[in-house]
């Protein structure tokens, strides 16, 4: 089975961050591509990763439609929303809500703040796109996430409580 998903946001917003935490764990399953993508800004340009997922080889790593997209921002939202197949899992706060049954809102920016590290939406995004498709095994992001954090204690607590936060609302959303 192939599978693709598209993270876009803003850089800085740790796009890449969890675009390669998701491809690491996809590679101890199977075989991935991730493509990621991003203007010569260090904050604030344009942020974006493509991610292949397949049981067999993948022949081209650039689909035409994603499966799943987590946008964090409107302007990734605006610009690539129409290439969504499923499943958007979308920063609200960021970007404006709209009834649509293929959407899945997650306030991450708030929900980051209250556990007491802003920086984490990112990590509460990728929660809810693991929550809300079963794409990968829970454990095994958690496993990446602490391996990510490793170096840095007093976030890797916060990451892995906002993981679990999105999963939970990934879940609701099934």
Do not use: W
Not at 60 to 66: D, I, L
């Amino acid at each position: 089975m192939k599978t693709s998903a598209m993270i876009s946001g803003m850089g800085g917003q740790g796009v890449v961050a969890i675009s390669m935490i998701l491809a690491r764990c996809a590679a101890k399953t199977g075989f991935v591509t991730c493509l990621p993508e991003h203007g010569p800004e260090q904050r604030g340009g344009y942020a974006r990763c493509t991610i292949v997922l397949s049981d067999g080889e993948i022949i081209s790593p650039m689909p035409k439609k994603y499966t799943y997209m987590i946008a964090m921002d409107e302007p990734s939202y605006k610009k690539f929303a129409s290439q969504a197949e499923d499943l958007m899992i979308l920063n609200v706060g960021l970007v404006p809500a709209s009834a649509d049954a293929k959407k899945l809102f997650v306030p991450a920016e708030s929900i980051a703040v209250e556990l007491g590290n802003p920086r984490a939406a990112n990590i509460v995004l990728l929660g809810a796109l693991i929550g809300a498709s079963g794409l990968l095994p829970e454990a095994l992001i958690a496993e990446e996430i602490r391996a990510a954090f490793a170096a840095k204690p007093e976030a890797l607590e916060a990451n892995l409580r906002a993981f679990e936060k999105g999963l939970e609302m990934g879940k609701k959303y099934l």
